[in-house]
């Protein structure tokens, strides 16, 4: 078996990519490494947040998913991280990162908002990937 399959296996286990058992395998999203750097994610932090972009919109930057909810609501996830509208329009918006949901689709201003949103985790809860955890 290969070291990519087995790190995937591990991944799926777990709900989440491991940095240690993936440290050596090639990157799921190569494409948006720079860019990822350039918004302010690390080298180190790239790998899980490639896994992420990858479990989440299988790389592309249009992909939008739409949630029905019990309650009635109907939500929607936006772009390579699959940033939830209903949950973070109004923390994007108060820090000028988008005004509307559609601007999501944007690499750039997606992979902004995901830095945003990592930031905010590691800040308020000591955790930076809680908002891309399976639950």
Request: aromatic share 12%; glycine share 4%.
């Amino acid at each position: 078996m290969s070291k990519r399959i087995i790190g995937f296996a591990l991944a799926v286990a777990l709900g989440f990519a491991p940095t240690a058992a993936t440290a050596n395998t090639q990157l799921l999203c190569p494409q948006w490494q720079r860019l990822a750097q350039r918004v302010g994610f690390s080298s180190s932090q790239y790998r899980q947040l490639d896994y992420i972009i990858w479990r989440e919109s299988r790389c592309a930057p249009k992909a939008v998913n739409t949630n029905f909810h019990q309650d009635g609501r109907v939500t929607k996830d936006w772009g390579l991280t699959q940033v939830n509208d209903f949950s973070w329009i109004t923390f994007l918006r108060n820090r000028n990162i988008v005004t509307k949901s559609s601007e999501l689709l944007s690499p750039v201003k997606n992979l902004k908002a995901a830095k945003a949103l990592f930031d905010y985790s590691q800040d308020r809860h000591g955790d930076p990937w809680l908002q891309w955890r399976k639950k």
